[in-house]
């Protein structure tokens, strides 16, 4: 009996989706519940399991396939066989073989053989199944020597051409969209972090220990967030047509860098979460995102947007709104600088903060108002629990 394979349901407001890749060919024995294939819509990459135990019998729609929901792209013989056993370990050449093969390629095997341009026919996945995996692109390209990389000839200018991914594409059209719709200003300060580092210094072990997660930087600033959300609600609010809509809740936008491009899960009634709770799920929300794991629900909503481009190094940004909200705060690098504190002349841990706003909705004064308030509460934390 052979059953078939469907493209699941996909979120709403999504067309159409494509497949990534299969990680199964015909003839292969799966079990139920394993995956079978990747398939990325414009949000969410959905995982698509064996319904029974069999063989894939047949594969439909390939990758690179833009399919709709619940079209067919394969079938299972159910019950059925591997139409060879399998080897006890894959042999080099088979290994070889599954490594150039492009059908088996992951999305960031295949960016990555695109940026390092490693000659994939020399290559041996380490991957299940003897499938390439990105470390290995990287690794052979780390240990390549170096007059591999002028091979081609002198003056030949080589160029790549490589189609967006549908979540990359999402991105650069919502980005887009936001410089043309919002009327966009950014308004900056810096912040002294010297009390925020020696509270993590004397607790972060305690901290640890108790709640079993780790306490970094953010936990601080979203509670700073949520405090000056509070005080300023027009930063909390979005546009819907000729309305303001004022939320009553604080769902914090945490922006997450992956490889397929930034995604921005949602810490839902974060103003009814301690700082281990913050952290756990900010925490969790890392793993997800590497993984691919993140689910739509997870990514839909949101009042304000907290981002971090300190952890790359950035000194000083322009961020751009998440759409519909109206603002969002840039973290950048913290950096030892010299300030003046009571006429003398100190080197304290500083950082650049920047708020990006709609002005159609909030004002200038509002936008610094709500900048310097982060300021207060994170130089002088006491602010946060007593609410002053």
């Known amino acids: 009996m052979s059953i078939e394979i469907k493209v699941p349901t996909l979120p709403e407001s999504v067309a159409d989706a494509t497949i990534v890749t299969w990680h199964k060919k015909p003839g292969d024995a799966i079990k139920r519940d394993e995956n079978l294939v990747d398939i990325e819509t414009d949000k969410v990459v959905l995982e698509v399991p064996a319904t029974a135990d069999g063989i894939l019998a047949e594969i439909i729609q390939g990758d690179g396939a833009t399919v709709h929901a619940?079209?067919?792209?394969?079938?299972?013989?159910?019950?059925?066989?591997?139409?060879?056993?399998?080897?006890?370990?894959?042999?080099?050449?088979?290994?070889s073989q599954k490594a150039t093969d492009a059908q088996n390629h992951a999305p960031s095997v295949r960016r990555a053989l695109a940026e390092t341009n490693?000659?994939?026919?020399?290559?041996?996945?380490?991957?299940?199944?003897?499938?390439?995996?990105?470390?290995?692109?990287?690794?052979?390209?780390?240990q390549a020597p170096k007059s591999a990389a002028v091979a081609a000839p002198v003056g030949e200018r080589v160029e790549q051409r490589v189609p967006m991914?549908?979540?990359?594409?999402?991105?650069?059209e919502r980005l887009l969209d936001a410089q043309h719709n919002a009327a966009l200003l950014t308004t900056f300060n810096e912040v002294n972090l010297k009390a925020v580092m020696d509270l993590r210094a004397e607790f972060k072990d305690k901290f640890e220990k108790k709640f079993g997660a780790r306490l970094g930087f953010m936990s601080f600033f979203t509670k700073a967030v949520i405090e000056a959300l509070k005080r300023f609600p027009e930063v909390n609010a979005s546009i819907d047509g000729n309305d303001i809509v004022y939320h009553g809740f604080y769902d914090i936008g945490i922006a997450v860098s992956t490889e397929r491009g930034l995604v921005v899960p949602i810490l839902r009634n974060a103003d009814q979460m301690s700082m281990a709770e913050i952290e756990a799920g900010i925490s969790t929300f890392g793993q997800k995102a590497k993984a691919g794991t993140l689910t739509l629900e997870e990514m839909t909503g949101g009042t304000f947007t907290i981002t971090n481009g300190g952890v790359f190094g950035s000194l000083l940004s322009t961020p751009i709104i998440n759409p519909p909200q109206s603002a969002i705060l840039g973290m950048h690098k913290i950096q030892e600088r010299p300030v003046v504190e009571d006429g003398q002349i100190v080197i304290r841990p500083m950082m650049y903060l920047a708020l990006s706003y709609d002005h159609r909705l909030i004002d200038g004064k509002t936008s610094v108002s709500f900048l310097v308030t982060i300021k207060e509460l994170l130089e002088n934390p006491a602010r946060l629990l007593l609410g002053v």
């Open 165 to 172: 991914t549908r979540l990359r594409a999402r991105i650069a």
């Open 118 to 142: 490693v000659d994939v026919g020399a290559l041996s996945g380490t991957g299940k199944d003897g499938r390439l995996t990105k470390q290995d692109v990287l690794q052979a390209a780390t």
């Open 70 to 95: 619940h079209d067919v792209i394969g079938r299972i013989e159910v019950g059925a066989a591997a139409t060879a056993a399998p080897a006890a370990e894959p042999t080099k050449a088979a290994a």
